[in-house]
C-alpha cells in the first residue's frame, strides 16, 4: 500500500490506526500491535515530525493528526484511500483495542 511512501510498514499501521480508532494512546498501540517499542518510536518520530500531536487528558495523551500539519487533508485521503485497499485480514488488527483511554476491556 503506502510502505514506500512513509519508509516503513510500521509507520504506516501506526497513522492508519491513529485514523480508524480516532485519538489512541500509545499504549493502546503497543496493545494492538503487541510489539510495544517499534509502535510507540513510530508514534513518537510521527510526533517529533509534527505529523502527528498528543496533548494530555487525565493520565493519558491520545494522539491525533496535527491539524496544523501542511497537508492534513491530503494525509488523511490518501490513508482512507489505503485503508479501502488494505486486506480484509488486517482491518480488524486496526480495529482491535479498546480506544477508550484509561479503560481495559473485560477479561
Known amino acids: 500500500m503506502t510502505r514506500a511512501i512513509f519508509g516503513n510498514g510500521t509507520a504506516e499501521k501506526v497513522l492508519l490506526y491513529v485514523l ?3 485519538g489512541p494512546t500509545p499504549g493502546s498501540l503497543s496493545q494492538a500491535f503487541r510489539v510495544p517499542s517499534r509502535h ?11 505529523v502527528l500531536v498528543s496533548r494530555a487528558v487525565g493520565r493519558t495523551r491520545p494522539l491525533r493528526p496535527h491539524p496544523e500539519y501542511a497537508f492534513v ?3 488523511e485521503a490518501l490513508l482512507r484511500r489505503a485503508l479501502q485497499s488494505c486486506p480484509r485480514a488486517t482491518r480488524p488488527l486496526l480495529a482491535s483495542a479498546d480506544s ?4 481495559r ?3
Open 73 to 75: 487533508r491530503e494525509l
Open 100 to 103: 477508550t483511554p484509561g479503560r
Open 105 to 107: 476491556k473485560p477479561l
Open 40 to 50: 510507540s518510536e513510530a508514534a513518537a518520530a510521527l510526533e517529533r515530525g509534527g
Open 20 to 22: 480508524v480508532r480516532r
